[in-house]
């Protein structure tokens, strides 16, 4: 019998790869993960499927890339075709639970097109991505009745019929005056909410919950927490554990505005990217931003206290990752999108109980890893259907538990899809001309823009990404390789979702046991 019998899935929205102490991060505490880190393998090159929330987290829940599952921005609903993480579990008798955020937005019309009954058990389930919500809270508005937190806020005496606007997201400023963190210039203020009611407080507490209630059945956890993401407010003390002398330099230079590409120059007109161009703001926003990660650090410790205490350890997968990153300034850009490291490469730590993966307990894998490679690493340890047919990413088992293959992956894409942004009006493009696909390798990092020239980064010699070599004569050659590269990614996706290999292997050459004789003399 395999050691894994339950997963815990632990998200974090924008938070970037360089911030953790294990990481090399020189100031931020982040004792409980670099200690997970320990205990597992941390995955050093590690990148989503797109630098946006919402088709991040799409290719994370069903294996896709969003080339293939088509949810290419925020509020863009996942097709009912899909298959997730639940849809894939649950018939194995696991209890799939989300607690947190995951941007999933319904598919209206394919309910309505499929007759399925508004209300039912099975219509809740597709409209929360095939999630059982505990509790559902997206972090970005005032929280609905999806959640249960506006009712903990109101019950521990905040008041006031917005309290997350009035006390979770808000400060007192020195004068006494009410002040919202949706203005950056009040990051460094205490939220007024306590720290035991705040956001990662309350969602921590519904997973040690969970967790306490399931006894032995097995299940499967989704604990997606709504920071470091803005509004940048932390509640005290994170929001003064650290300051401007101990954040990370910028990673920007004037050369960067020299011929710049027109979709580039285009997000730097973005109103975040001005802000943050400015460096009063970025050392306003980062150390805020550094409090909130070890905030999460403190709860992610507490609910692996809670894990220790019920026995779980010994046979729960965990993994620790973000659905992107956040530039806060570097190369003169706020947010994320853009296929910088910033933006694209995460934090991937997974801890796996099985003895086998003893020997590698404490690697630091350098070798490149998908978002889209999580959900068939945990139908393989659990020993369910691979569904190859449907998941495009590959199991983490063989670089957790050996033997570390000879060969793996060469390269590792990325996309986006601009056309709901200011820089698609900017630029004159109608919705469907605003893509752009990324490809890294060892060395080089690509960039293809439908309608403009592309983007080249040679990663050995410039890791800092801010040489642009998308018009070098003398790197001709490689732009083409990396195109074909990109074609060739285009070739393998997968297109045939309603019928599994093992079905196509059965039917191979049978027509002739149906009567059918075509071609014979």
Request: net charge neutral.
């Amino acid at each position: 019998m395999a050691a894994v019998r339950n997963i815990l899935f632990v998200m974090c929205d924008q938070l970037r790869a360089d911030h953790l102490g294990v990481a090399g991060h020189p100031h931020l505490e982040t004792p409980n993960l670099d200690a997970l880190a320990r205990r597992g393998v941390r995955f050093e090159r590690a990148y989503v499927q797109s630098g946006v929330c919402g088709p991040s987290r799409m290719s994370f829940y069903t294996g896709r890339y969003m080339f293939s599952h088509g949810a290419t921005w925020n509020r863009v609903p996942l097709s009912v075709r899909e298959r997730t993480i639940g849809d894939h579990l649950r018939p194995s008798g696991m209890r799939v639970a989300l607690a947190g955020k995951t941007h999933v937005l319904p598919d209206a019309d394919g309910l309505q097109r499929y007759g399925i009954e508004a209300g039912s058990a099975l219509d809740a389930l597709l409209r929360e991505g095939g999630f059982e919500s505990l509790d559902r809270y997206d972090g970005h508005s005032r929280p609905g009745r999806e959640s249960g937190y506006p009712a903990f806020l109101a019950a521990h005496g905040y008041g006031g019929d917005d309290p997350w606007n009035d006390w979770v997201i808000s400060a007192e400023a020195p004068d006494g005056r009410i002040v919202s963190g949706w203005q950056m210039r009040n990051a460094r203020l205490a939220a007024r909410v306590a720290e035991e009611h705040s956001e990662t407080a309350y969602m921590t507490d519904q997973a040690i919950r969970f967790v306490a209630e399931q006894g032995e059945r097995p299940w499967f956890l989704h604990l997606s927490y709504v920071k470091p993401h803005w509004p940048y407010m932390a509640p005290a003390p994170y929001h003064a554990m650290y300051g401007p002398e101990d954040c990370l330099p910028l990673n920007r230079a004037a050369s960067e505005f020299v011929e710049p590409h027109p979709v580039i120059a285009a997000y730097r007109g973005h109103e975040e990217s001005r802000n943050f161009a400015r460096e009063e703001v970025a050392r306003t926003v980062r150390p805020t931003y550094m409090g909130l990660v070890s905030q999460i650090d403190a709860h992610v410790g507490r609910l692996l206290a809670a894990l220790r205490a019920a026995g779980r350890l010994e046979d729960t997968l965990i993994v620790f990752t973000a659905d992107h990153g956040d530039f806060l300034g570097d190369h003169w850009l706020g947010e994320k999108e853009i296929f910088h490291e910033e933006a694209v490469r995460v934090p991937l730590l997974v801890v796996d109980p099985d003895p086998r993966a003893d020997a590698t307990r404490g690697r630091v894998e350098r070798r490149l890893v998908e978002a889209i490679d999580l959900l068939p690493t945990f139908l393989d340890v659990l020993g369910l259907d691979p569904a190859t047919h449907l998941v495009e990413g590959r199991s983490l088992t063989p670089l957790l538990r050996g033997p570390s293959p000879a060969t793996w992956r060469e390269a590792a894409v990325s996309e986006l899809d601009y056309s709901f942004r200011q820089a698609r009006i900017t630029l004159g493009r109608e919705p469907g001309q605003c893509r752009a696909w990324m490809v890294r390798t060892e060395r080089w990092k690509y960039v293809d823009w439908l309608g403009f020239r592309p983007q080249l980064f040679d990663l050995a010699e410039d890791p800092q990404e801010r040489v642009d070599l998308g018009t070098s004569g003398a790197h001709r050659g490689v732009r083409a390789e990396m195109r074909d590269r990109l074609w060739e990614w285009v070739r393998e996706r997968k297109l045939r979702t309603t019928l599994a290999d093992a079905e196509v292997r059965r039917r191979t050459a049978r027509h002739k046991e149906h009567g059918i004789f075509f071609g014979v003399w």
